[in-house]
């Protein structure tokens, strides 16, 4: 067992399952972040009675026994709804589709369907591509990418695909879609190279899930917070880092508002350029674009018209984005809903919300004559970044170069550039503790 001193820098998912990991390693551990909230977006607020979250986030089992033990247990159905198969949905180009959330080109004339279907037969099987527009059309063939992908990102990221990174096709479940028909969609997904296309049109059983029955997500990361506690970790929320002391790249401090904390073992999980300005290195690097983001929160009477727990709306006619469905998600009778809607910055979000309502009648989630009891606009901080060429490139750069300075300090999450969801997160944030 050692004993080191080891902080651990942002109290999202991904600290909180590193602080767990070093404290059980026998280590002295501090665990930093300037919210007054533990959990990143993994954050849910309490309204007219009832729980809305940051997002659709249910949490999977990673395969990981010791890491499934810390993040599960004492969850059961007693107190979650554990479920191997969420239903999730789609609405594009008028259609709502209860059993897929990728976009369904089927909606599409026939001419364009067939003709985008053949495409992506032919279309390479390992893109090789420096911007998002190149990656899609080498994936899914020009037809696809100009009737689907390049009017949805415009919407999303109301920029270009030209311009951004490969990464953000990684978003909003962009990473395939639905084609051809479900026996021969079966049949070639049998082919890796097809797999990482083509969306299934019925949804197959996955790991188990977890969302709680009361709380929201939220609950579930005052579960973790409350086994951090007792590992005896020193958590300090509402807390700014002022300086990071270093000499020759081995960090021995960070200086707080009120306090300067030894460190033997720095873990951070924030962006490489938050680092080096901390740490008084002059890499510059501008600061990244953020989409107008908010959340549109409502209750209604009676029953949603949907089986879905979320649904994604790809329809450019409308602002809303991925709609979450509370009735479905705790299996009660919370015939709540939170949409999410991305836009330009000269929209105001303040003035969507009769709009959003609306848009919830249009496509059938909502009977015109169910009527709303509560709703609320929750504006998201920053909002949701824009992942541009130019941007994404630097901050490789700077994470290249961190790795290679700093000599006690060890990488976890997105800010290693090797993972992305939040599953390989947790795992590769876990092997990084045990091997480090």
């Not at 004993?3 to 602080?19: D, E, L, R, S, W």
Request: charged share 25%.
């Amino acid at each position: 067992m050692s004993n080191k001193k080891v902080v651990i820098v942002g109290c999202g998912i991904t600290g909180i399952t590193a602080a767990y990991f070093e404290a059980k390693k026998g280590n002295s551990v501090t665990l930093i972040d300037s919210d007054n909230r533990p959990g990143g977006l993994l954050k849910s607020d309490l309204a007219n009675d009832r729980y809305f979250d940051y997002g659709t986030h249910i949490m999977p089992e990673t395969g990981v026994k010791e890491l499934d033990d810390f993040l599960f247990s004492g969850l059961n159905d007693s107190n979650c709804i554990i479920e191997k198969n969420i239903y999730a949905g789609s609405y594009f180009n008028g259609t709502m589709n209860d059993k897929s959330c990728y976009v369904d080109t089927a909606t599409f004339e026939k001419a364009v369907f067939n003709q985008g279907c053949m495409e992506l037969l032919s279309s390479d099987s390992q893109p090789q591509a420096k911007n998002l527009q190149e990656f899609l059309i080498q994936k899914f063939g020009k037809v696809f990418y100009e009737n689907v992908y390049k009017p949805i990102v415009q919407k999303y990221m109301g920029k270009e695909p030209k311009d951004l990174a490969v990464k953000v096709g990684e978003f909003f479940d962009m990473s395939r879609l639905l084609a051809f028909n479900h026996k021969t969609t079966k049949r070639l997904c049998e082919l890796d190279l097809y797999n990482s296309k083509l969306g299934h049109h019925v949804r197959v059983n996955g790991v188990s899930k977890y969302y709680p029955k009361e709380g929201g997500v939220g609950s579930l990361i005052s579960l973790l917070m409350d086994k951090l506690s007792k590992e005896k970790i020193d958590i300090k929320l509402s807390t700014n880092i002022i300086k990071i002391n270093q000499k020759n790249g081995k960090v021995t401090s960070l200086v707080l508002e009120n306090e300067e904390v030894k460190v033997d073992k720095l873990i951070w999980t924030l962006p490489s350029s938050y680092l080096l300005y901390l740490a008084g290195i002059d890499k510059r690097s501008s600061p990244p674009e953020f989409r107008n983001t908010g959340l549109y929160d409502f209750t209604f009477e009676k029953s949603l018209n949907s089986l879905s727990t979320f649904i994604n709306v790809y329809d450019t006619a409308l602002y809303s984005g991925r709609v979450t469905l509370y009735q479905n998600l705790t299996k009660s009778n919370n015939f709540s809903c939170t949409v999410e809607v991305l836009v330009d910055d000269e929209v105001d979000l303040t003035s969507l919300i009769e709009s959003i309502q609306r848009e919830l009648v249009e496509m059938g989630i909502v009977d015109k004559d169910n009527k709303c009891t509560f709703k609320q606009y929750r504006p998201i901080k920053n909002g949701f970044p824009i992942l541009t060429n130019k941007f994404t490139n630097r901050q490789d750069e700077l994470s290249e170069y961190c790795q290679t300075f700093f000599k006690n300090i060890l990488f976890v999450g997105r800010t290693t550039g090797k993972v992305f969801f939040m599953n390989e997160v947790l795992v590769d944030t876990y092997k990084r503790i045990e091997n480090g």
